[in-house]
């Protein structure tokens, strides 16, 4: 059992049966009245953001996480394999883990699996990845309503707005925080 005063960034909180982990923290000394401290924390499964306030000194039972490298694999009916780069370990993830990482996913690919107590918690992608183009349609010169962008589909099946000159076959940068196009990539 930790106290409030264990806590920092990254660590790992459960509470009412659920894992939060601290996006910031605040240990505050007010002049009048007793310590506290003021958090920011992340649901881990389903990302929500919630304020949370502690009082100093409160006993908080914190969870061991696990994070560690895996290589993906492949995919097997709805769920995806995965191996543990150091123990050669696979193991299954179901696709609700796994969520929009899905979007930005290629077989041989590194990510980092956070996991407690041996269940998988969610998927982390590198901040951006290299994707083929397979379909957009040609950019017509001169077209600029839409912003100078159009939609195009990737090698993994998303779709993300790309520049008109780009074209069907070429590989971009994706940051994969948000589906972003982020540059071109020459082979």
């Known amino acids: ?19 939060w982990s601290v996006i910031e923290f605040q240990h505050v000394k007010p002049g009048k009245g007793g310590a506290f401290v003021r958090t920011k924390i992340k649901n881990v499964l389903t990302g929500k953001t919630v304020d949370k306030t502690f009082n100093a000194g409160l006993k908080i039972e914190t969870a061991n996480v696990d994070r560690r490298d895996f290589q993906y694999l492949y995919m097997d009916g709805a769920d995806y394999v995965f191996m543990d780069t150091s123990t050669y370990d696979q193991i299954t993830v179901s696709a609700a883990t796994v969520g929009d990482a899905k979007d930005y996913l290629l077989e041989s ?25 397979t379909y957009t349609e ?14 195009a589909t990737l090698e993994t099946g998303a779709q993300i707005q790309v520049p008109l000159f780009l074209e069907q076959g070429t590989k971009v940068k994706v940051d994969t925080r948000d589906g972003s196009y982020l540059g071109r990539v020459n082979d």
């Open 1 to 19: 059992m930790a106290t409030t005063n264990d806590i920092k960034n990254g660590t790992v909180l459960r509470i009412d049966g659920q894992l």
């Open 109 to 133: 690919q590194n990510v980092l699996i956070a996991s407690n107590d041996g269940q998988p918690l969610y998927v982390e992608l590198p901040p951006s990845v290299v994707l083929e183009i």
């Open 138 to 151: 040609p950019g017509l010169q001169g077209d600029r309503s839409t912003g100078g962008t159009k939609p």
